[in-house]
């Protein structure tokens, strides 16, 4: 039987969006740069540009059993965020406009956010993440 793994996009304008993720380990292993925004499907804007990446202005999570990285994704992906085990936090980034945007981070970024998760071994292992994003275009 496979992970349960579920990425719900809660709300999206043309400013923002915002996704909640939630995994259950079964019997599959760790997620590895398993993509979980594509800013290619995100709305476009008024005048017609697509989203080409996300600054992430505020995250939530509940984390139990297992390591999470927060991915911007590249040629090489880099890790935007390091969720550690057996925590549940919050972070307000918006007082300076949020993290860089994601096609920031290394060389040949596509604007995409990646998970990738470290430890999971148990059923009872699993994630909550909620990430509120402000869209970028080209």
Excluded at 19 to 45: I, P, R
């Amino acid at each position: 039987m496979a992970d349960i793994t579920t990425s719900t996009k809660i709300s999206e304008s043309e400013r923002e969006v915002v996704y909640a993720f939630q995994y259950q380990y079964v019997d599959t292993g760790n997620e590895s740069a398993v993509l979980k925004v594509d800013v290619s499907g995100l709305a476009k804007n008024s005048s017609g540009e697509a989203c080409s990446a996300v600054r992430i202005i505020e995250a939530w999570w509940t984390i139990y059993g297992l390591t999470v990285e927060v991915l911007a994704d590249a040629s090489t992906d880099v890790i935007i965020l390091h969720l550690d085990e057996n925590q549940s936090g919050y972070q307000d980034f918006s007082r300076f406009g949020g993290l860089p945007k994601t096609t920031a981070y290394g060389s040949s970024p596509s604007g995409d956010i990646k998970f990738t998760t470290t430890g999971s071994a148990a059923t009872t292992d699993a994630y909550q993440i909620c990430l509120r994003m402000i869209k970028e275009y080209s």
